[in-house]
């Protein structure tokens, strides 16, 4: 069945950089749109940023600039890189895909962002 795989969270500095990836399994979800979304403690899930398997993009206003949503549709993976990162930005960030980037209907099971200050 379809799998979503999230790698690369970890704890930084504020100002630094981390690069979060997203590995898919199956074919179907090749053609899917993908992507990230983030909950803090407390807080609702949110999203960050999202991509079409054409390239088209979207991202959250806060971390616009900041942050660049990318996917290999070859290899089946999604990237998010994360430059000049916030205290404000820690949280659980999770990896999304569905058939349209409305309805994401598959879930990784989320990697931990924390930005110390």
């Known amino acids: 069945q379809v799998q979503l795989a999230e790698s690369g969270g970890g704890s930084v500095q504020a100002g630094g950089s981390l690069r979060l990836s997203c590995a898919a399994s199956?074919?179907?979800?090749?053609?899917?749109?993908m992507g990230w979304y983030r909950q803090a403690p407390g807080k609702q899930r949110e999203l960050v940023a999202r991509?079409?398997?054409?390239?088209?993009?979207d991202y959250a206003d806060s971390v616009k600039g900041r942050f660049t949503i990318s996917r290999d549709n070859v290899k089946n993976t999604m990237l998010l890189q994360m430059n000049s990162l916030k205290p404000e930005d820690t949280a659980v960030y999770y990896c999304?895909?569905?058939?349209?980037?409305?309805?994401?209907?598959?879930w990784g099971q989320g990697t931990q962002v924390s930005v110390s200050s």
């Open positions: 991509i079409t398997y054409g390239g088209v993009t």
């Open positions: 199956g074919s179907i979800v090749r053609t899917y749109s």
């Open positions: 999304a895909s569905g058939p349209n980037w409305f309805s994401f209907t598959y």
